[in-house]
């Protein structure tokens, strides 16, 4: 599974990938691939999105949303997921 946060404000981005966390342990999927992007779309041209998801997914709300461990993916583009 998959689920893309392009373009979102971090806080939608969080909400998103809540869902998309919940839908993947429903649907007993052990993986899903967070596409964050490289960061360089918006005006300070630093990865903002991507090293908020990352602390999301480190943190109690996360872990309580089935985030597992995780490793940098496409360049930096996206991050794996493990689903627990």
């Given at each position: 599974?998959?689920?893309?946060?392009?373009?979102?404000?971090?806080?939608?981005?969080?909400?998103?990938?809540?869902?998309?966390?919940?839908?993947?342990?429903?649907?007993?999927?052990?993986?899903?691939?967070?596409?964050t992007g490289r960061g360089m779309g918006n005006a300070a041209q630093k990865p903002i999105l991507r090293r908020k998801v990352e602390v999301w997914l480190r943190s109690g709300e996360g872990r309580r949303a089935g985030a597992g461990s995780f490793e940098v993916r496409n360049k930096g583009g996206a991050l794996l997921v493990q689903v627990g």
């Open positions: 599974m998959q689920t893309d946060l392009h373009g979102l404000t971090p806080e939608a981005a969080l909400r998103r990938l809540a869902r998309a966390l919940h839908t993947a342990r429903v649907r007993g999927a052990r993986e899903l691939l967070v596409i």
